[in-house]
């Protein structure tokens, strides 16, 4: 696998691991020492950032988590990049239906490759816009 291709696969696997709340998938793609930042927050660890998938679970119903492309820049066994993805997150409504947060956002990344395979050690969230919209079920699940 390319390093390019390696590097995508580590961002969709963290955003698999978020969407599945599995700590172990995060451990695959994750340092030690990663910081995580953006608006509001920032964590540094990986225990602390472990503790995250704990919070999307008791926030929201459930999420998806898409990447659309990266573009990166390697320079030995380190890179640095930008991902692009949209996050939705369904929660309940004040109107007692679900509705979906939808977030457009870029992470700033930087990863070191450990042991051949590429982990992050920085991730700084950007949220370039946000829409909330109603879900509608069409009975393939929640």
Do not use: C
């Not at 910081?35 to 008791?58: C, H, K, Y």
């Not at 990863?111 to 051949?116: F, I, P, Q, S």
Request: no cysteine; charged share 30%; glycine share 12%.
């Amino acid at each position: 696998m390319s390093d390019e291709a390696a590097l995508r696969r580590a961002a969709e696997l963290y955003a698999l691991g978020a969407d599945r709340r599995d700590k172990d998938l995060w451990r695959q793609v994750l340092a030690d020492d990663v910081e995580m930042t953006g608006p509001g927050f920032a964590i540094a660890g990986l225990e602390g950032n472990l503790g995250s998938i704990d919070v999307l679970g008791q926030m929201f119903k459930a999420t998806r988590h898409v990447v659309h492309d990266q573009t990166v820049l390697i320079d030995g066994d380190r890179a640095q990049g930008e991902t692009r993805s949209t996050a939705e997150h369904r929660m309940a409504g004040a109107g007692g239906g679900d509705v979906l947060l939808v977030w457009a956002i870029r992470y700033q990344d930087a990863w070191l490759r450990e042991a051949g395979a590429w982990k992050f050690t920085k991730r700084t969230l950007i949220v370039d816009w946000e829409e909330v919209r109603p879900v509608h079920d069409v009975g393939g699940g929640n």
